[in-house]
Structure formats: C-alpha cells, structure tokens
C-alpha cells in the first residue's frame, strides 16, 4: 500500500511534515495525511457483509428473476408475514366482537370503537365504489350519512341487510321488491305518468296543488299507495322508499320523477355473506349506523318509521 | 494524526496508516482544574437530572425532567409541553445551536475542549489509564511490552472499568423516558420495556467504543463539528497559540549555550505534546485536532517556570492579538475582543429568541379547541328538510384537572347539536363534554340546521368551562348546506 513511483519527490509541509497532494487552489494546498488504518478494516469488513449478504438474500439479478438467496427471503412473504402477525394481533378484538351481540357492542365504548374502525377500513376496501369514501352515496345508490333508510336503519336491520344484500340473486333471503314500469309496461298512459309525478312533487312539498295533482292523486292511490303509502310515507318492508320527504335516491324534479315511473328502478346490492367474514360484516354495520343516521333497535314490533335529528330540527 | 519526520524530504507517503495511541500525561494547573470541575458539573447533571422530583398534583408524573414519549408530554420542571407545542423545544435547540456559534465567536472551540460529551468521557477513560497503567511513560511501557499473562489481567481489569462506566453512562440516558425509580427496579427485576435494554446496550457500547477506544478519531475523523468550527472562526477567536514569535528557534538550554545566535524561549522539552489529549504538535500551528483544552498552557507554563521565563508561551490567543504582539503592540482588552459587532448581533438573536420563548410561555393557553370540519360529504340533507354538518372536535385540557366545558355554536340560528354517545333524539342548543385531567377529548359532533336557517354560512363554536375559570375558547369555521333552496338539485338517498 504505497504510492507508486510517480508521486516520488512531494513538496514536504514544513510544519506538519506530512506531504502535500500536488493540487493547489488559490495557494490552498491538500495535505496527504494517510488515512488511519482502521478505516481499510472497516472497508473490508463492508465487503465481507455484503459477500454473506449476496449470499444469504436475493442479490444477484438474473434473465428474469434475481438470486433467491439461502434464507429464502422474499418481500412478498415479508408482507404476508407482517399481515399475519396483524391479523393475529386483531384476533383477540375480533373475537371478542364476534361474541357480543351487535346491539350489546355500544356498553363496550372501546369494543365498539374498533368495530366502527374495522368496519371503516373493510367499508374502504368493499362500499367505496358504490357508496362512495364519505358514504355519501350518488345517484342510485343511498347516502348512509343521513336519517332516511330504505329498509331500515336499526344495527339489526343493517347487518341483515348486508348478509344478504338487495335484490341479489342467488339470495333466497335478499331483500327484494319491484316497482313496475307503468309507463314503459302501458300501465299508465304517459299523460297519467305526468299526473302522478305532479301529485308527488304535491306530496313532497315541491309544487303547489293543481288539477293534474289532483288527477294524480286518485291514480296514486290506486296504483303507488299500496307500497309508498297513502300519504307517500314509504314502507321499509318492501324497502318503498318515503316520496313525502327532502331526500330522492333518483332525484325529485319533474325529469327524474316522469323516468322513475315510467321505467322504475330496482337497485341491487351484492349480499356480503360469503364474500366477507361474519365479524368483518358486523364491524361494517357498526360503522354504517355510526355515520349519524343510526337508529335504535326498534321495539318489540317492527316500529314506525322515526326521524328524530329531524324532529329535533322542527 | 500520522506525524512523520519532519526533516524526511521526498519518501512516499503510505496510504494507510496505524494509529499511534495517545496516552497523555499528567498534568496540573489552572485549565486542568477548570477542565475537573466542568467535568464534574457535566457528569452530576447528566446522572443526577432524572432523580429530582417535581410534585404535579395527581393526575402528573412527578419527575422534574422527563420525556414521556409514551404520552407524548415532555416535563421540565414547571413547564409541560405537548407535542403540538415543539416549537419550544425546536426553539430551545435553535438556541442552542445559536447558542455554539456565539461560544464559537467568543472563546473559540470551548465547547470541543470543556463541555463535549466525547471530550468529557475520553476525559475520564484517560484519567482511568492512568490510576491503573500509570503515568504516560509507564503506559507506553505497557504497550510495548509483550502480552504476558499479568498484562493480559492488567488489561481485562481496564477493560471491565471501561465497560462498568460505559454502562452507567447508557444506563442512566433511559431514566430520561420514565420515571426513573420505577424504571431502575424494573431494569434489575427484568420486566422493563425491551426498548430500555437495548437502548443501554447500544449506549454502552457506544461509550465503551468511542471513549475508551476511538477517543481523539472521533474529533478528527466523525465529528462535523470542527469542520464547521474552522468555517466560523475568525481572526478575533480565540484559539490556543503557539508564540512562535517568542519561542522559536527552539533548542534545549544546553544546545541554546552552544548556540552561535540566542534561541527562543521554547526549551523543546516537549512537554505541550506529552500532554495534549489528541496528540497532536500545538507548535505547527492551529490544527483541526486542537480542542483547544489549553492543558498545554498548563504544561508549558509550568515548563516555563522551571527555567525561570514568564508564562504564556503556549495560552489562548486571537490571531489579531498575535500580529500585535508580533509588533510589539499592546494586546488588545478582552472588553474590546467581545463587543464586537459578530457577537452582539450572534447574542441579540439568542437573546431574541430566548426572550421570545418566555413570553409564549406565559402568554400559552391552557385549554384549547381545533375543528375539523367534514368534508365527505359535507352535509348531509335530512328527510325532514334540516341539514346536517359534523365536526370532529379535538378539545385539551392541558391542565393537571378534569374540567367540564359547554359546547355551543354561535351564530347559527336553530342549530342543534348531538354527540357520537348521544341519540339524534337528544339534540339540544349546548353539550357538556367532560375532559379528564392532561388529556385531549376528542368529540364528533353534529349540527342540525333546520330548513328555514339551513345555507352556507360562518359560525363559531365555542366551548366554556362550567368552572367558569379562564375565557372560553373560540373557533371559526363554516356551516355547509345544499346551493340554494329553490333551485332543483338533486339530492341523493
């Protein structure tokens, strides 16, 4: 390890002794101080790790994969290891809410607080694409956030309906109904379709009666009343959604209301059993009803429809 | 520091070379007692910080210091801070970082030669060598000497004191994170935290191996500090001079008797290199291996003594000062060398910002309230035709007691409010949230607008302690609702 012949014959410092590199800058000069010998072992010892290293990991990249090293390591089990460990860790919280019964979870504030968790995580993965991130619905498909539900809004009612979904065949227990297409099947006259519509812009407190309000009215009753109710308050067993109220799942002006009863709408739902855990469905109606629209459990019978955040508002 | 003859002319220079062990020898006067007593005050701080008590009532840990990460609280004496209050910490570091430049300017590398921890633990595993290895010439003895089993024991003894002091040194960094008698007791009884044995593993080691063994390298070679020191010294710093002017040209009294001219004052007893901590030569002139110790002052003056010249030959120097004296010019006041404009302005920042830091102090609340507002959506239509919004409310009470707060929302007429915990039944105009001593509540909150007052407009939240102590705090933010009322939109359910 020394410097060959070409650097014989260096300018000596004076002061330290030590010899100069040759380069000078503005008549800075660099001395040649040797490097401590240490720091060459600390250099070999690198070399050696990373020989153990090419050896014991994937080091070496090959035609289409790289070496796989003596360990056997990979990031892709690293990941599946690191998600097992976690799902692990959650075992525990998810057995416990397995065993509490759904409407039981709310004297458990920090049980419940992981089940509104792991639903909003397992709600990101699975209702997003429907529901949308806030759960604010879109056109066709229910906002959750709010206090209007189709087939109820109760923990209970919730978790049924995700089991087994809305209209989704292949579900002996879906919730199921269909409105027809009395425009489109000839059921009524598109002159009637208008008559009914303006009733229900009536009803709904949109347009102020009218003869054809009138007209609708009678048509109403005989056609629509016998699910949406004689005042078009809606009934969640046949998930007939309240036509007296603020909210549209199709939307409420004159357009939207003439396409929904000419060719009516039938929304679907997958039903979730089967496709999820029943724990991660639980946790799912948890954080569904957390949203701000839950109900309480309903007495003993299946209860009136109540709206008290709208009560409260009055 | 690879010294090699100076008078050797053209040999290669290796590239690598050994390290030659620096084993200083003893050495008396007034820079060593003052180095003994900063040493001492560094040490008593660093060990004895974490045992003061400090009563906070009972919802508090009652360590004067502690860095509670687990908590996320940081206790100084009567001061706590959250994380969201760093920036006194942050401040405290710009401070001290202000804080060397300004020691930098003034005194030179004072920090290098008195306060550093690297200095004041190779400080004390050099005085260790030498109450068991002797003096410097007794140690170079040994080392020469070949490994005999009395060496070998001699050896393992010095070993084991190093690693004895090195685990003191990492044991006591992680009574800074918890309550320190806890903690003690848990570390013997085996059931702290992991994180405490391995921190006082790493520590230990690092103290062993950077002060018993790497010393001087870690000042020359690791350390960025002296290559941003050289950057900042001036002509006005102090450093450690050689009075090259006085001393040279050096000899020993008997070559300055045979000597055709008179020498200088330098005896080139060799004494100021026997001494210094990084081994290096003071006599070829400032060097980034000076710490500026000044224990070469010590020596050399002593040398000087003992022939009867007067002291200073080696001693703390601005490069000003030395062009004076190289004149013959009287060396300037210290009063003159410290009120120099670099300083006060380095003083007035640190100063600022120091005084800045007390007035947040005093002038910080106690309780505070943030708001996020919900953005997805951002309201919600009711069926009834009111509108909701939610809020998420983060409220602290940063206070060593529970206090109860009313929340209310002003400026938005009708509006009622309801709580995760609450029915939407059990909406009302104000809430009472409870907030537990030292913590942060937080709360979803939601507002209930009804139809006739439901549009897009600014209000304030507040929430007021029930004790009716300090002023309620305040937040604006914005109540969202559908465009507009008469026109057609669609609204989704």
Known sequence: MTHDSSHHGKVIDHATGTAKVGHEWDGIEELDTPLPRWWLWTFYASIAFALVYVVLYPAIPMLHSASTGTLGWTSRGALAGDLAHEKAEHQAVRNAIAATPIEALAANPSLQRAAIEGGRAAFKVNCVQCHGAGAAGAKGYPNLNDDDWLWGGDLDTIQQTLINGIRYPGNDQTRSSLMPSFGRDGILTAAQVQDVVSHVRVISKQDPASAASARGAVLFANNCAVCHGANGEGNRSVGAPRLSDKIWLYGGDRAALTNTVTNAHAGVMPAWTGRLDPVTIKMLAVYVHSLGGGEAAPAPAPAAPATPAAGAAQ | ?493
């Open chain 2, 1 to 493: 520091m690879n010294m090699m003859d100076p008078n050797m002319t053209a040999a290669p220079a290796p590239l690598y070379a050994k390290r030659t062990a620096v084993l200083p020898k003893r050495v008396d006067g007034p820079f060593r007692r003052f180095k003994w007593l900063v040493m001492a005050v560094c040490l008593a701080v660093y060990w004895g910080t974490p045992w003061f008590r400090w009563d906070r009532g009972p919802h508090a840990p009652h360590q004067a210091v502690l860095i509670d990460l687990a908590h996320r609280r940081f206790y100084m004496f009567a001061i706590e801070i959250w994380p969201q209050e760093f920036y006194f910490v942050a401040g405290m570091l710009i401070m001290a970082g202000i804080g060397l430049f300004l020691v930098t300017s003034a005194v030179g590398r004072a920090w290098c030669g008195y306060a550093c921890p690297q200095t004041v633990w190779t400080d004390l595993y050099q005085h260790v060598d030498r109450l068991i290895d002797g003096d410097r010439n007794a140690q170079l003895r040994l080392n020469a000497a070949p490994w005999t089993p009395a060496k070998f024991a001699r050896r393992m003894f010095k070993w084991s004191v190093y690693l004895g002091i090195a685990f003191v040194t990492g044991g006591a960094w992680i009574f800074y994170f918890a309550d320190a008698p806890t903690l003690q007791r848990e570390f013997w009884t085996g059931t702290a935290a992991p994180v405490a044995y391995a921190s006082t593993g790493i520590l230990t080691f690092t103290t062993f191996w950077l002060g018993g063994f790497m010393r001087e390298q870690v000042c020359i070679y690791m350390c960025p500090w002296p290559r941003i020191q050289t950057a900042m010294l001036d002509e006005n710093s102090l450093t450690v001079t050689y009075k090259h002017w006085r001393g040279e040209p050096r000899g020993s009294l008997k070559e300055a008797k045979g000597a055709a001219n008179p020498l200088g004052d330098c005896i080139d007893c060799k004494q100021c290199v026997a001494v210094c901590p990084t081994g290096i030569d003071i006599r070829e002139g400032p060097q980034i291996g000076c710490i500026t110790c000044a224990l070469c002052v010590d020596a050399c003056d002593k040398a000087m003594a003992s022939v009867g010249r007067p002291r200073g030959l080696i001693d703390y120097c601005t490069l000003i000062d030395a062009e004076r004296e190289i004149k013959g010019e009287a060396v300037r006041p210290v009063r003159k060398v410290l009120l120099r404009p670099r300083l006060i302005a380095y003083f007035a920042v640190w100063g600022g910002i120091g005084l800045s830091l007390l007035f947040l102090l005093g002038a910080r609340e106690r309780l505070t309230l943030s708001v996020a507002r919900e953005r997805n959506p951002e309201f919600v239509q009711l069926s009834g035709g009111a509108v909701r919004n939610a809020f998420t409310l983060a409220l602290r009470n940063m206070e060593d007691r529970p206090r109860t707060l009313r929340i209310a929302a002003e400026g938005l007429p009708g509006a009622a409010l309801y709580t995760d915990d609450m029915a939407p039944g059990a909406a009302r105009a104000t809430i009472d949230v409870a907030v537990p001593a030292d913590s942060t509540a937080k709360v979803r909150l939601y507002a209930v607008v009804p139809a006739a007052h439901a549009r897009q407009q600014d209000f304030t939240l507040q929430a007021a302690p029930l004790d009716h102590e300090g002023r309620p705090v305040r937040r604006e933010t914005h109540f969202a609702a559908p465009e507009s009322e008469h026109e057609e939109h669609e609204e989704h359910e």
